[in-house]
Structures are given as C-alpha cells and as structure tokens.
C-alpha cells in the first residue's frame, strides 16, 4: 500500500537559484566523484536522448560552478547506449564494475530501463530515470524522476473524453512501454464509456506507417493517442498530413513528443496536436526562465528545453542534494537519502516518494503551436502522487502482463521484427 506524505513534512526543499552545497562556492577540490551519464547518442533514439545528455551536463557544471557536491568535482563519463538494449545493459555494467561511478543517470526507452534495471539491482547501484513511462514497476536501485501513469496516461485520457471527444484510435511503437501505455489507456477509456477504434503498432525505427494511416481514415476516431518513440514519428506525422489529417480535424495526443522533438519533426505538420507531459518550456515561473536561459546561454539561443530534460537535470540536483545531506557518495546512503528529498524545479515542485521511488509532479497538457511551443491547456491543480500500478488491475496482474509481453518476444523487452 502507498503512504500518502504530506509536503510540510518533506526533508528539504531547495531552489534552482539558490542551490550551493554546504562547503561554500569555492572551486572544488579533491577525489571528483565519477557519474555516469548513459543515453542514445546514434541511432533510433538518439533523436531524443541527446538533448537530455546536455540538460544532465548543464546540471553537473552547474554544481562545479557552485563548489561541487561535498566540495568535490562531479566528473561526468558519457556513454552511448546507441538504441540498442544490450549495450545499455553492457555499458551499465562497465560504468558501475570499472569506471565505479557513484550514480548513473540515463536511459530513454522502458525497454533499455528494463534490461539495465537488473545490472543495477545485482550491483545494488542507483539509476536515476528521467522519462515518463508505463509505471508496472518499482526499484529500490532507480529513482524515477519522470511521470508514473496517473502523471500523465491517464489524465490525458480523461480530458481528451472531456474536450475531443470519445472515440479513440491507439498507433504505438512496438515495445514494453507503448503495449502498456495502451493497456492503461484502454482500461481508462472502458472504464469511461468511450470506444476504441482501432489499435496499431510499428516496429521501433521502422517508417512503414502508411497502412496505420489508411485505417485511421477508415475509423475517422475523435482522437489519436500517439505512443510511437524515435524518428518513426518523422514519417508518421508525415503520412497524416499527406492525407489531409490535421490537428483541427482529428487531433493526436502524444506521449514522446516534446519541444526537442518538434525541431526535428517540424511543428507545421502538428499544429493544433496535443502532448501530455509534466513540463513544458513555456511555463511561466522565475525557476523555469532560469533553466531555459541557462541552456540557451550554454547550447545556443536556438535550443529548447522540454520534460525529459527537465526530469534529467533536476534528478542530478536531487542526487547532489542527498548526497550533501548523507555527507557522502556511498550509493547505499545516497539511496536512503533520497526518500522524501524535495526541489523547486522548473516545471514546479518535485518531491521523491519515499515508498516507490518516483516523483510527486504537476499534470500539464499543451497544444502545439507553430512556433514548436506549447500552449498549456489544462494543469492539475496540485502536484500529483505518483501510483506506478494503475488500479484497474492487481499488480501480479499487471507482472503477468508484462510476463507475457517479454516471453512472447523471445525473452526481449521490444519486438524483434524477426
């Protein structure tokens, strides 16, 4: 059973701009604490993943520019996880086993977090995840800093029925995190009277989407619900607008695609579509200005922040924090430290849950504008506790599910296209 935690009670709450470790701002000194940043930096994913490496960077330097943590350099080692699972998985190994690291922040796609996820739970390590997922899941070795479903799968759901209407068409990337996603928001939609008209998936990486198009335009649904992960998004929004699908006339809701992505896909094919996330760069708080002027400053005034690496570069200050108040870089200590560890980020207030390990985070819903920004629609009105298993199933249901799914693709966490 999850425990509800009241925030008055949270540990501590530190700001983005006033953050200093307690050794004062001098440069630091000493033995650098090693921490691994692992993402996709070629491939599929990489789309994605290289932007949260330099929002987990600006983090780090950010720190060395205040002191450090302990009043040592964090020294960061980049590793490329190259959208292929069992190098993350090998790669996790070597930044825990050789480079011994004292955290590792990283990973995109649930199907690198669930091959990485028992390296770490062996190494009895610490994995911070910055991206929103499926939930289903719970490690005392990983904090997840981005969305459980009731952060965003379900809510969107909700105010889709509320404001687009009740018929809903599912198009996914064929792999753990969209089979779940849709097993959530199908029980959602059931359990909300609303129809299901179609559910489709396609191979990660894969451009063959005509034929999903085709049978979007012989369902006509009121909404698509859009879990596809990578550049499969590319010709995906590409086929809709070919086929005169626009957001004023059948609006897509997505759960991968953020302002990173819309300077790849080009915003003009989804103006008027709908994203679900937690952050959002046009967020108006001194917190977020902050953060989006410090990227800017650092990447160039072309950049954009978006959730992900939002989620990425508040865990790094979360992990410093916990490492201050453990007054050490022992994982087991750092990991302990960490429950009810709270931030002022940019998108908001941030809390870890001491009894899951994921985040108590606002809900926002944005409709994309030409500019590649998002107009926030619809927030939560508080920040919302995380529950990584949906209540519609028990949680040995949902493991059997997930059983299914990783035998049923000869023992992989994403379809093999064999």
């Known amino acids: ?223 698509i619900l859009n879990t596809i992960n990578g550049d499969t998004n590319v010709a995906f929004f590409r086929e809709l607008k070919q086929a005169g699908i626009t957001g004023d006339k059948i609006p897509t809701i997505s759960f991968s695609i953020a302002e990173d992505e819309l300077r790849t896909l080009g915003a003009k094919m989804m103006v008027g579509d709908y994203a679900a996330w937690n952050y959002f760069q046009s967020i108006k708080s001194d917190e977020n200005a902050g953060f989006v002027e410090r990227f800017q400053k650092k990447y160039g005034p072309h950049r954009v922040t978006d959730d992900p690496m939002e989620a990425a570069y508040f865990g790094v200050y979360l992990w410093a924090q916990a490492v201050e108040h453990a007054e050490t870089d022992d994982v087991k200590a750092v990991r302990q430290a960490i429950k009810n560890q709270s931030f002022m980020a940019p998108e908001g207030l941030v809390s870890v849950d001491a009894d899951n390990n994921h985040t108590w985070k606002a809900v926002r819903i944005g409709k994309i504008t030409e500019k590649g920004q998002f107009d926030i629609v619809w927030t939560s009105e508080k920040p919302v506790r995380p529950v990584p298993y949906p209540v519609y199933r028990s949680e040995e249901e949902w493991h059997q599910f997930l059983q299914n799914l990783y035998e049923g693709w000869g023992k992989k966490w994403a379809n093999p296209g064999d």
């Open 1 to 223: 059973m999850i425990r509800k935690i009241i925030f008055a009670t949270i540990v501590v709450s530190v700001g983005l701009s006033n953050f200093s470790c307690s050794r004062g701002e001098k440069a630091p000194r000493g033995e650098p604490i090693k921490v691994g940043v692992l993402h996709s930096l070629t491939g599929t994913m990489a789309i994605s993943e290289t932007s949260v490496v330099d929002a987990t960077l600006l983090a780090i330097e950010e720190l060395n520019g205040k002191g450090g943590v302990l009043g040592r350099p964090v020294k960061p080692i980049v590793v490329d996880g190259a959208s292929d699972w069992p190098t993350f998985a090998k790669e996790a190994e070597r930044l825990i086993v050789e480079e011994k690291v004292s955290v590792v922040f990283g990973c995109w796609t649930s199907a690198s977090r669930k091959t990485v996820k028992p390296v770490f739970e062996k190494q009895d390590h610490l994995l911070f995840y910055p991206v929103q997922y499926e939930g289903l899941e719970m490690s005392p070795n990983i904090i997840y800093t981005g969305a459980a479903p009731n952060q965003q799968l379900i809510p969107a759901v909700k105010w889709a029925f509320e404001n687009l209407g009740k018929r809903f068409f599912l198009v996914a990337s064929d792999y753990v995190f969209p089979r779940s996603a849709n097993a959530i928001m199908k029980d959602q939609i059931k359990a909300l009277r609303g129809e299901i008209l179609g559910e489709e998936y396609i191979l990660l990486g894969s451009s063959d989407v005509r034929g999903v198009v085709q049978r979007i335009i012989a369902t006509q649904p009121d909404v």
